[in-house]
């Protein structure tokens, strides 16, 4: 399989030093006394926000290891940014504007204030097969650090970029409808995997493990007549064995009184592939929750939880959270896997915090930041997912199997949080 190429840009090792507090008593909002933010902005890239922590004299520096946010570009996004055009704006491809005060996302920042900016331009660096820091130290921002003054801020930022090559996956058709699932290369479409779904059924070895993993059900009469339950999508691949596949273990019931499936009972899939101790086994790797979030946007929220390796049916409760995504109701989204966007505080798996660096367990080695992304339809409408896998998660094709159940179980809650008034799109009507 060959990959696409993508590059990774991060920012992180944030800190800030006021070396003369004098100057910023003048002002409104007392810098040391007040927490200070960033928006971190990469020309056609949605800003990130970020906290910028205060280093004191006392303190050693900032942590070296930390991220406080990642860019994925495609070799598209850095044509663009290289590419000049009379009405390209003069701005840095790459800025950093610091804040102090509190954050109002809603109000345009009104409570806060501008300390000062870093700017980095993009070069031909961005375009290296090989990790380059474009930039780590302090650099002195805000006015006063023109003409010899003594500046009123110093920043510390790392900034890298690195190749991350990505598999490109779609499903050729919608997902019940029994698809192949092709890899995309350039304008070649490759068959990898086909893709099988039945419902009301299952097959005699996913049997035993997924009672085990089922959640508790809601034991109102009412949901018992009304629920969506025995879906099951097995992965294949060319030569017609099952590589992975994604059951669901508890059933999607509407919660009492409603007509749409809560976050406090979801529906749950579970994640398997096959055991390599026989031919016939298989193990949790993982599990999928999804709810209607009505909250705000109309919703669909799906968390993915990870198991640990070898733990089995009795692991359920000692895996980790690594996503929590809300994917538009009506128009469709992503579900994203990134590990430097989670924090494992509570994981029995080892992990360092920092720098989100994560085990997928099925033998591969301790690795961070994006692992996939999967891209699906809204309710009613044609789904063909995308899919976009880290080439470092993927050892074989076998490695890719057990993604590609896991975005058949995300497009199919999809439907499986459809409201129960309304009829389920075709190929998953009784």
């Given at each position: 399989m060959d990959p696409r190429a993508f590059v990774k840009v991060s920012v992180g090792a944030l800190g800030l030093k006021i070396?003369?507090?004098?100057?910023?008593?003048?002002?409104?909002?007392?810098i040391l006394s007040s927490p200070c933010f960033c928006e971190i902005r990469l020309r056609g890239f949605p800003a990130q926000i970020a906290s910028v922590p205060l280093i004191s004299p006392s303190a050693s520096g900032p942590?070296?290891?930390?991220?406080?946010?990642?860019?994925?570009?495609?070799?598209?996004?850095?044509?663009?940014?290289?590419?000049?055009?009379?009405f390209q704006s003069p701005k840095a491809d790459l800025e950093i504007v610091i804040f102090t005060g509190r954050q109002e996302p809603c109000c345009g920042n009104s409570r806060s204030k501008r300390i000062g900016n870093f700017r980095l331009q993009a070069g031909p660096e961005w375009r290296e097969t090989r990790t380059v820091q474009l930039h780590n130290g302090w650099t002195s921002i805000g006015k006063s650090k023109v003409r010899g003054g003594s500046p009123e801020a110093e920043l510390h930022v790392r900034v890298m970029v690195?190749?991350?090559?990505?598999?490109?996956?779609?499903f050729d058709d919608e997902t019940v409808l029994n698809p192949r699932i092709v890899q995309?290369?350039?304008?070649?479409?490759?068959?990898?995997?086909?893709?099988?779904f039945s419902r009301g059924s299952r097959v005699s070895q996913l049997d035993s493990i997924a009672t085990g993993w089922a959640g508790s059900q809601n034991g109102d009469n009412d949901s018992e007549r009304r629920e969506r339950k025995g879906w099951l999508v097995m992965i294949h691949d060319l030569s017609g064995s099952a590589v992975a596949a994604a059951s669901m273990v508890t059933p999607f019931v509407p919660s009492t009184g409603s007509d749409h499936v809560s976050r406090s009972n979801p529906g749950a899939w579970l994640i398997l592939r096959p055991d390599s101790s026989g031919v016939d086994t298989w193990q949790p790797w993982g599990r999928l929750e999804a709810w209607r979030e009505r909250s705000g946007k109309?919703?669909?929220?799906?968390?993915?939880?990870?198991?640990a390796e070898g733990v089995g049916v009795a692991g359920m409760?000692?895996?980790?959270?690594v996503s929590e995504t809300l994917i538009n109701a009506q128009k469709g989204g992503e579900f994203l896997i990134d590990t430097s966007k989670v924090t494992f505080s509570d994981s029995p798996l080892p992990s360092p915090h920092s720098s989100g660096d994560f085990a997928f367990n099925f033998g591969l080695q301790l690795l961070g930041g994006f692992?996939?992304?999967c891209h699906v339809q809204g309710e009613g409408k044609s789904s063909k997912p995308m899919v976009q896998l880290?080439?470092?998660?993927?050892?074989?094709?076998?490695?890719?199997?057990?993604?590609?159940a896991l975005t058949a179980a995300v497009d199919l809650s999809i439907e499986a949080c459809r409201p129960f008034s309304r009829k389920p799109r075709r190929g998953i009507r009784n």
């Open positions: 070396p003369d507090a004098s100057k910023t008593a003048r002002s409104s909002v007392h942590d070296l290891h930390s991220i406080a946010a990642s860019f994925y570009l495609e070799e598209a996004d850095l044509c663009k940014m290289s590419t000049p055009t009379c690195e190749p991350d090559p990505r598999f490109i996956f779609q995309l290369q350039g304008s070649v479409r490759q068959p990898i995997f086909s893709c099988k109309d919703s669909i929220g799906c968390r993915f939880q990870l198991v409760n000692g895996g980790i959270v692992v996939m992304n880290s080439t470092r998660h993927i050892a074989c094709v076998a490695d890719a199997a057990i993604f590609m």
